[in-house]
Nanobody, 126 residues
Framework: QLHLAESGGGSVQPGNSLKLNCGGSGDSFRNSVMGWFRQSPGKEREFVATISKFGGIVYYAPAVQGRFVISRDDFKKILYLQMNNLKEEDTAVYYC???????????????????WGLGTQVTVSS
């Protein structure tokens, strides 16, 4: 079982950048697909980005592609999300998630993930 904790959220103006971190504790971090999701009040939890367990496969939601970059450091057990050119519609609570797997793959569905952090707030406003 993985224990995940997000950090790096905050309040910024449109066009600025933030970098989110997700620290993991557990033996299965290196064997897990990792993902970032976000949720705004009154909306469903939304897929943002995912990365395979070896880091060779990444996939982004169309709304963030070209602006966000997902990466991982398996030695430090940290998942990252670099967010550039932030927009007001990016405002949400951002969650990291892990899914232990045997094969090299990515996962886009929130229901596929087993372990979740408690989230970090990102607010983008002028």
């Amino acid at each position: 079982q993985l224990h995940l904790a997000e950090s790096g959220g905050g309040s910024v103006q449109p066009g600025n950048s933030l970098k989110l971190n997700c620290g993991g504790s557990g033996d299965s971090f290196r064997n897990s697909v990792m993902g970032w999701f976000r949720q705004s009040p009154g909306k469903e939890r939304e897929f943002v980005a995912t990365i395979s367990k070896f880091g060779g496969i990444v996939y982004y939601a169309p709304a963030v592609q070209g602006r966000f970059v997902i990466s991982r450091d398996d030695f430090k057990k940290i998942l990252y999300l670099q967010m550039n050119n932030l927009k007001e519609e990016d405002t949400a609570v951002y969650y990291c998630a892990a899914r232990p797997v045997v094969s090299d793959q990515i996962s886009l569905r929130a229901s596929d993930y087993d372990d979740w952090g408690l989230g970090t707030q990102v607010t983008v406003s002028s």
